[in-house]
Structures are given as structure tokens and as C-alpha cells.
């Protein structure tokens, strides 16, 4: 199965990684239309099998390739780049925050001494140049309370006001 085997690279890639060119840990690209971002994706997930349709099927690819990496290296030595607010290679779901949710929680779950979740701030929206005006609501505020997180773009005094 081919699911099974992208699985399996993803693992050996991030075991090739730490153990044989001795990086400290890895970061799983599911960000900006890539592999994972498109079976994560409803705008670019069509599958009417078990990854596709809802938002728990559409997140499974995702999950059980930062299973396979995490069994690879270690949680500590993992973590994931998402980007739910990306226009990118024509992702961008109408209203990101359900799934991206369900997803964060099922992590947070999952592998809960993960090394770090690396959320896309929507300010980055993959097409444009610089940053650009955010729509309200647009945020990662969603992600931070599930997992404690704070993305970049912060001044000093942003930063005091998010911790």
C-alpha cells in the first residue's frame, strides 16, 4: 500500500536524520500544500476512503506519519509545521479552525512530550510577499490553547502580553 509506505519513508527519513547525519531533531513538513497539508486539507482531500471526508479522516495521514517518526526518534525529538491560514499551492480551507483543532488535540493527545507544533502565523499566507492585512478571526489563538504555544512575529511587548 502506498499510504504505508510514505509512512515508512517518513520514518527512515527522520531516523537518517538524528542518528546517521546527526541532526537533534526533525521537524514533519505538513504545512503549505504539501503531502500532508493535502490529505489534510478539504480543498484539496477528494479521497472517499478512510483519509478522506471528514475532519477525523483527513487528519489520519498526518497522525500516523508523526506516529511513524515519533517510533523513529522519539517525541522529544519531532515535531510538525502546520499552516492552516495558507493560500499556498491553492490550499486554504474556508474555516481552517475545526480541523486544525481536531487535529492539534489529537496530538496533543497522542504525543503529549512532542517536541513542538510550528504553526504558521496567518499574517504568512504563502502567496503574498510581505506581511498583509489579517481578516478578524484569522489566528492562531486556536492552537495556543490547545498546546500552549506562541508563534513568531512577537515584540517585546506582545510577547509579555501572550505569557
Known amino acids: 500500500d502506498e499510504i504505508e509506505e510514505y509512512k515508512g519513508l517518513y520514518a527512515q527519513a527522520a531516523k537518517n536524520a538524528v542518528e546517521r547525519a546527526g541532526f537533534d531533531g526533525v521537524e514533519v513538513h505538513g504545512a503549505n500544500g504539501y503531502l500532508i497539508d493535502q490529505f489534510i486539507q478539504d480543498v484539496s482531500n477528494n479521497r472517499t476512503d478512510e483519509y478522506g471526508g471528514s475532519i477525523e479522516n483527513r ?36 474555516d481552517p479552525k475545526p480541523q486544525f483543532a481536531h487535529l492539534v488535540n489529537e496530538i496533543k493527545k497522542a504525543h503529549p512530550t512532542l517536541g513542538h507544533i510550528h504553526a504558521v502565523e496567518p499574517r504568512i499566507d504563502g502567496v503574498s510577499t510581505s ?33
Open 59 to 94: 487528519s489520519r495521514f498526518a497522525l500516523e506519519v508523526l506516529d511513524a517518526v515519533v517510533k523513529a526518534v522519539g517525541p522529544r525529538k519531532t515535531g510538525i509545521r502546520l499552516s492552516p491560514w495558507s493560500r499556498w499551492q491553492s490550499m486554504g480551507m474556508q
Open 131 to 163: 506581511s498583509h492585512e489579517i481578516p478578524k478571526g484569522c489566528d492562531n489563538d486556536f492552537i495556543r490553547e490547545i498546546w500552549s504555544l506562541s508563534p513568531g512575529g512577537n515584540d517585546t511587548v506582545n510577547g509579555r502580553r501572550l505569557i
